[in-house]
């Protein structure tokens, strides 16, 4: 097929040869057993995976063993058995298992055994060479407290054994001392050709789901292949309420107890959502938050009052006051949502200490007052440090009502939004950029749509290490749980006492459960009430030691990181050792931090890039030769993301010093583009490079979504990044000093030059507009842009029915040190893919 070549300058862009992704199954690689085993007794899942693998050939091979769990879990325990010896994973304090895990990653390794896989898996790798006609089996314990959250408990089983398997099943036992009231099974394992293998059963407080598919199902349901199963089974289930003082359980020395009274009227609330409608905000997210503030200000019940903040780098109210919830106020905050538009930079200081002045200038009597902030930013004008913005904040509020903070994207600050929220009796959450973004923010909102009660307070006679018993709100369809120890073993009884306010009184429950004869009465995998115990105290510690400072904080994290080591629970504080054979390579398991598998991307890419040899040696169809799985990068925001199969495993030339410098081209900054899940999947657009001191090309390919930084000075605070599209790019965005801020997309134009927004079209009359520094000259589909002391001038064009935009740098300034791909120093650069693309 005849092929065109664009040719651009580049400056320093490190490419990389990526090989394509490698599809055949591992023949002589067999998964001839794969378990999953999961026991939940009072909402407390412990989950074993087993795998069994043979080697069927007469030479040794490396078997893997990968599998996705719940980010909420712990594992507890990892396990490979093969040739009659076993090898155990041990958890050590973190430092401890760092020194081995950074000499792992020095050798080029893969060292890191668990990370983060989307909204809530994380990802358990290992392997190990196994000997001819040999066997290994691998065993993964983990452990989770189910939460209850619109009413319900959700148990999530993940299975990808990578081929299928003819001993496969999932066995799940569920058993629920008040009786179950409902349960459904749910997730791609039970549709479709796959239906009949599952079986579920019920018998009082007790209950059973199997899966068990064929070699053949395994092969022919929508989310299988020739690599077998690919997907979730969900079992959802709540269970009886009896007694409005919940369920209070005993046993070795241990208490839970569940309180989520259901026999209250709901109290009315005061809400103020505070919107961040910064220049970061463009496109799809202000898009998915019009719409889903437009839902929720119509569940809005109408003795509810509430308030709406808009800010940029001003704050803008809609009303004065909180206004009650009435028919016609809620279609005319609905026009005033309608015309929210991103603009500008951000000030959350400001908004959100506007948004406490409107609440406590309300009176709250028989009501409860409620603070949300969205954001996907960082403060980044008035008061910009988080610190003092936490402080101010904290001093503001002065514990009389939770401010809840949602985080939107990857590009915001999640530990400044998840301490100042902790710091308020609330909860941070990330909100993630995709299609259903909408329907995550409105999912929020529901799970503290209904206060029922307020100020809650839980008493327990003889009992000490108490996890958390004070509660600002309790909202309908949650639940709280407390769990400790009986300090008194003398007592035939072990009372509760719970106080809390109610929408019309103050009112009191009362329990208590029998406490002689009970030891012992849970044997299977100890006493579950004890490791709940432990398992909430190191989850709330964790939490508690974000807000804390100085001999509180050291104290916390102490206390977390022994109980993490006396459970064997894999956590933020603890690393799990797994020491394989003689002469292999010793793996560190690490608990991910929210957001961490980004940053550990980023600062592991120059090293992987340096530990492989390209096979490039020319332009053209043969310029990379496949040798492993494909990797391509995504840029969004400040991160680089490979699809969550990808490996590195192609070999790259030497780079020379040229090329390591170009690395800073990978991790674009602001000005903020529009998510890339927002465009249709794309083939990749392939790199190829050549430069003098290179003695072969290079290539490298990335998604045509991918967004690179193509031009930066920072000593005029100009920056320019764009989004790729099959062709040129799709999208570009400017931004120069704090409050001009440029968008062009093959739809129009859009600038805010920081008091008002002018938006133009591509086939309108020539027009001139000009203030402050900035010129923008649109012609027909040609728009000349200049910006401080540089020039750009965009182009429209059209091919094979497709348009894209493209950039020529006109004018940059001199003797400074300029950014990008379309800055000074430049490469020669090929742009191939496998249609015709002439630029």
């Known amino acids: 097929?005849?092929?065109?070549?664009?040719?651009?300058?580049?400056?320093?862009?490190?490419?990389?040869?990526?090989?394509?992704?490698?599809?055949?199954?591992?023949?002589?690689?067999?998964?001839?057993?794969?378990?999953?085993?999961?026991?939940?007794?009072?909402?407390?899942?412990?989950?074993?995976?087993?795998?069994?693998?043979?080697?069927?050939?007469n030479g040794s091979k490396e078997v893997h063993f990968q599998v996705k769990i719940p980010k909420n879990a712990f594992i507890s325990k990892f396990r490979m058995t093969m040739e009659g010896k076993t090898y155990d994973g041990v958890v050590k304090k973190k430092e401890e298992a760092q020194q081995q895990y950074s000499q792992a990653v020095s050798r080029g390794e893969s060292a890191g055994m668990v990370s983060s896989v989307g909204r809530t898996l994380e990802e358990f790798k290992t392997s190990v060479t196994v000997a001819a006609f040999s066997k290994v089996t691998f065993e993964l314990v983990y452990e989770e407290l189910l939460q209850r959250q619109h009413g319900k408990y959700q148990l999530l089983i993940n299975t990808r054994p990578m081929q299928p398997v003819g001993d496969f099943k999932i066995d799940v036992y569920i058993e629920e001392s008040p009786g179950i009231s409902f349960m459904e099974v749910k997730g791609e394992l039970n549709t479709n050709e796959l239906v009949n293998a599952v079986t579920t059963s019920r018998a009082g407080d007790k209950a059973w789901v199997n899966f068990y598919p064929t070699r053949e199902q395994q092969t022919k349901c929508d989310v299988c292949g020739e690599n077998g199963l690919n997907g979730d089974l969900l079992i959802i289930y709540d269970v009886e309420r009896p007694k409005p003082s919940g369920e209070l359980k005993a046993s070795d020395g241990y208490f839970v107890h569940y309180f989520a009274p259901t026999d209250v009227q709901r109290i009315p609330k005061n809400v103020v959502f505070v919107i961040d409608r910064s220049g970061s905000m463009s496109g799809r997210k202000i898009e998915q938050t019009r719409l889903a503030m437009l839902k929720i200000l119509g569940d809005l019940a109408e003795d509810d009052y509430f308030g709406l903040i808009i800010f940029d780098r001003q704050v803008e109210v809609w009303k004065r006051k909180l206004r009650q919830a009435t028919e016609m106020n809620l279609e005319l905050a609905k026009d005033f949502v309608r015309m929210i538009q991103a603009r500008g930079a951000t000030d959350i200081n400001a908004a959100v200490l506007k948004g406490v002045e409107m609440i406590n200038k309300h009176p709250e009597e028989r009501s409860a007052s409620i603070l949300i902030l969205l954001t996907d930013g960082a403060p980044n004008t008035g008061v910009s440090d988080p610190t003092q913005i936490q402080a101010n904040v904290k001093e503001a509020i002065g514990g009389k009502f939770p401010l809840y903070c949602l985080g939107f994207g990857f590009d915001v600050?999640?530990?400044?939004?998840?301490?100042?929220?902790?710091?308020?009796?609330?909860r941070a959450r990330r909100i993630y950029e995709d299609s259903d973004a909408d329907l995550q923010l409105q999912g929020f909102y529901e799970s503290v749509a209904t206060?029922?009660?307020?100020?809650?307070?839980?008493?327990?006679?003889?009992?000490?290490?108490?996890?958390?018993?004070?509660?600002?709100?309790?909202?309908?369809?949650?639940?709280?749980?407390?769990?400790?120890?009986?300090?008194?073993?003398?007592?035939?009884?072990?009372?509760t006492e719970i106080i809390a306010i109610s929408k019309n009184s103050k009112v009191t429950y009362q329990d208590s459960v029998l406490t002689k004869g009970l030891a012992g009465v849970l044997p299977q995998h100890e006493n579950s009430i004890q490791r709940l115990w432990a398992y909430l105290t190191v989850k709330q510690l964790l939490e508690k030691e974000v807000a804390l400072t100085g001999q509180e904080k050291e104290t916390a994290r102490e206390e977390a990181l022994n109980l993490s080591l006396k459970y064997k629970f894999v956590t933020p504080l603890t690393s799990m050792v797994v020491t394989k054979p003689q002469g292999e390579d010793t793996q560190v398991a690490h608990k991910p931090k929210e957001g961490e598998k980004v940053k550990q991307r980023q600062r592991s890419q120059s090293d992987k890039l340096n530990s492989h040899r390209s096979k490039c040696s020319g332009f053209g169809r043969a310029a990379c030769r496949s040798s492993g799985h494909q990797t391509a990068f995504r840029m969004s925001g400040s991160r680089p993301v490979r699809p969550s199969d990808g490996g590195l495993n192609s070999r790259v030339h030497r780079v020379s010093p040229t090329r390591q410098r170009m690395m800073r081209l990978l991790v674009p900054k602001a000005p903020q583009l529009p998510p890339s899940t927002a465009a249709p999947p794309v083939n990749d657009v392939r790199f190829?490079?050549?430069?003098?001191?290179?003695?072969?090309?290079l290539c490298f390919d990335l998604p045509a979504t991918s967004k690179l930084r193509l031009l930066m000075d920072p000593s005029s605070n100009f920056s320019m990044s764009g989004m790729l599209s099959s062709k040129g790019f799709r999208v570009i965005a400017l931004q120069y000093k704090t409050n001009h801020n440029l968008e062009l997309s093959i739809g129009g134009i859009h600038y805010y030059d920081g008091l008002n927004t002018v938006t133009f079209l591509w086939d309108q009359k020539p027009t001139n507009h000009e203030t402050d520094g900035v010129a923008v000259i649109l012609r027909k589909d040609e728009l000349d842009v200049t910006m401080g002391t540089v020039r750009v001038v965009f182009f429209r064009h059209k091919k094979d029915g497709k348009k894209f935009l493209w950039p020529v740098v006109q004018q940059q300034p001199k003797n400074v040190n300029i950014q990008g791909i379309f800055g000074k120093n430049i490469i020669l650069l090929q742009i191939t893919e496998k249609k015709v693309v002439n630029v």
Do not use: W
């Not at 600050?413 to 609330?426: P, R, S, Y």
């Not at 490079?689 to 090309?697: G, N, T």
């Open 413 to 426: 600050n999640f530990d400044f939004l998840n301490k100042m929220a902790l710091e308020n009796n609330g």
């Open 1 to 57: 097929m005849a092929r065109a070549t664009a040719i651009i300058t580049l400056l320093g862009f490190l490419l990389i040869c990526a090989a394509p992704g490698q599809t055949n199954k591992e023949r002589y690689v067999d998964i001839y057993s794969f378990h999953i085993n999961s026991t939940v007794t009072s909402r407390y899942a412990i989950t074993v995976i087993t795998s069994r693998v043979a080697n069927r050939v």
């Open 688 to 697: 190829l490079s050549s430069a003098p001191d290179q003695p072969k090309p």
């Open 451 to 495: 206060p029922l009660l307020t100020d809650v307070q839980l008493n327990y006679t003889a009992a000490g290490n108490l996890t958390q018993t004070r509660f600002s709100r309790y909202y309908n369809g949650s639940e709280i749980v407390v769990a400790g120890q009986i300090t008194d073993n003398s007592l035939d009884a072990f009372q």
